[in-house]
């Protein structure tokens, strides 16, 4: 009783903005006592989407990572978990938002409104980790290596549903072409961010904190995609 836990509400409720939630107890992550409570809400969906991105990206000590929306709330951790991970990290956004997320830790930054995908350095990237993904996959192909990993994290459902029906039909050689949509351990990875967290190795990129009554306004301003990495809800406010 009174222990203070995180959980994917999303199987329960489709997502929830409450101060209580009724959840399965096998759902709950007991949360860390060093990290606060503002940076435990950031881990059920983006960090937990980017936990399960990098896992499929394969990230090694020196890879070459290119991270396409870069700024979000998914791409500010998988910026920060490539970087963890000892990658080289290449993030594409747009250059309003650059100076933020070189702060993150990005080695260079790609404004992808001036450069496409295909003008990127070919044979150059030993995964793509792309969680803005409105167009198709398979123009990340050339920037890949022969073996290198593309990985669906955000962006259109409809492009999720046919890459992972269709994946393998992506790239060339070795290449893989992956997708979030694959079945994956939820509570597990939810405990592997929360432990970088408490181990200093991640530092969720918090915007802001709003009130519940503030849930709206944010809401829009996610939409307008103006959110440099992550708002969170404090009922308390």
């Given at each position: 009783m009174g222990d203070a836990v995180v959980a994917d509400v999303r199987k329960s409720f489709g997502g929830a903005f409450g101060e209580y939630a009724v959840v399965r107890a096998a759902h709950l992550v007991k949360k860390p006592a060093c990290v606060s409570f503002g940076q435990a809400a950031t881990v059920p969906i983006s960090g937990l989407a980017a936990m399960m991105g990098g896992l499929l990206c394969e990230i090694k000590?020196?890879?070459?990572?290119l991270v396409n929306g870069a700024s979000g709330g998914v791409g500010s951790f998988g910026v920060k978990l490539a970087k963890a991970l000892g990658a080289h990290v290449t993030?594409?956004?747009?250059?309003?938002?650059?100076?933020?997320?070189?702060?993150?830790?990005?080695?260079?930054?790609?404004?992808?409104?001036?450069?496409?995908a295909e003008e990127l350095q070919g044979n150059g990237y030993d995964a793509v980790f792309d969680a803005a993904c409105f167009e198709s996959p398979s123009r990340f192909e050339?920037?890949?290596?022969?073996?290198?990993?593309?990985?669906?994290?955000?962006?259109?459902?409809?492009?999720m549903l046919r890459l992972k029906a269709f994946g393998r039909w992506y790239g060339r050689g070795a290449q893989q072409f992956k997708t979030l949509t694959q079945e994956v351990e939820v509570t597990a990875n939810i405990e592997r961010v929360l432990e970088m967290i408490a181990r200093g190795q991640i530092e969720p990129a918090i915007q802001r904190a709003v009130s519940l009554a503030e849930v709206p306004s944010a809401i829009q301003s996610l939409e307008r995609r103006t959110v440099v990495g992550k708002i969170v809800v404090n009922n308390q406010m």
């Open positions: 000590p020196g890879d070459r990572v993030a594409m956004c747009s250059a309003e938002k650059a100076d933020v997320v070189k702060s993150w830790g990005a080695d260079e930054v790609v404004d992808y409104k001036t450069t496409s050339g920037v890949l290596k022969d073996n290198g990993r593309y990985v669906l994290v955000g962006g259109s459902f409809y492009r």
